[in-house]
């Protein structure tokens, strides 16, 4: 009989509700048995929901560590705090899995990679649109070299009036940053993943606070309360590879533009090119003669064994657990993850000091 993973989950709020609690209690080899959060009854509500009577209930993160019995942690509060949790977590001999971003800092990020490696426990970071089914289709395509050399790329992360308005997002000193450490991070991960490229040389970004004073400003999640608004609401960044290869990355959740696109990369190679701005769609040369094909992909999810769908969600959480059972390396890395924060502190960076950042 195979082993079942007993799990802790740190932060029961809307990430832990919304993706890793539903999607891990569709696995038969995990069992959530701690649930934890400053608000205890945000813990009582999850272990209703997604435990069973003999869960138990923490307010504090560092209790719930001292239980040898639990296998994994689950990360899932303000980035300010992903660091000394995860870092803490692994120290207690559990395998983590933080949410996105890695760290409110690059520092903190790569006190996370030295600990996984001091421990020798598995780190991931919830990087879930790798797990879209367009993700998963255009990273083969990029893995069977269909676009050659990618040599230039966009990340895109944009809204025009998307600004959320709950919990710390506002807040520079819980996240770090705005649009671009929230929404830019996942569009930048999901950038270097497909070009398979980690070493960036030179940074230049930029940060606006243009449309956060506004008051009674329409918004998808209503108004927001400008005095409150301290991080920026829009950032911009070019990144210069090692190899030559450029970057340009674009958030803001709020815009004057109609042309929207979160979450979503356009690549363009010596061979060929793609983007996922309206679809995921393909172009290249063939036969002396230019093409566009549009790839349709099922919406539901990714097709896996006896024809079933699965959502990017479910995919994650699978594919994580997966990796510990197996001894596998997790989809997303340490290592990989912390490459973005370093990318991002430096858009920050440039933008702050207007000038460019150089990467040893």
Known sequence: MSKVYKIAIIGCGGIANGKHMPSLSKLDNIEMVAFCDIVVERAEE??????NENSKVYSDYKELLQDSSIDIVHV???NDTHAEISIAALESDKHVMSEKPMA?????????VEAAKRTGKKLTVGYNNRFRSDSQYLKQLCEDDTFGEIYYAKAHAIRRRAVPTWGVFL??????????IDIGTHALDLTLWMMDNYEPKVVLGTSYHKLSSREQAANAW?????????????????????????IMLESSWALNTTQVSEAKC?????EGGADMVNGLNINGE?????????????????DFYDGATESAPDLEMRLWIDAIEHDKTPVVTAEQACVVSEILEAIYE??????AIYFE
């Not at 409110?104 to 996370?112: F, G, I, L, V």
């Not at 440039?350 to 000038?355: A, H, I, L, N, V």
């Open 46 to 51: 999850a272990k209703a929901k997604y435990g």
């Open 76 to 78: 899932c509060t303000p």
């Open 104 to 112: 409110k800092t690059a520092a903190d990020a790569r006190r996370m």
């Open 171 to 180: 807040d520079e000193e819980k996240q770090g940053g705005g649009p671009l």
């Open 222 to 246: 209503g108004p927001w309360d400008p005095e409150k608004f301290t991080v920026e609401d829009s950032a911009f960044g070019m990144v210069v590879m090692k190899n030559g290869a450029t």
């Open 266 to 270: 356009t690549l363009c190679g010596t």
């Open 286 to 302: 063939k036969h002396s003669r230019l093409y566009q094909q549009k790839i349709e992909l099922d919406s539901g999810g990714v």
């Open 350 to 355: 440039s933008s702050r000091t207007g000038k």
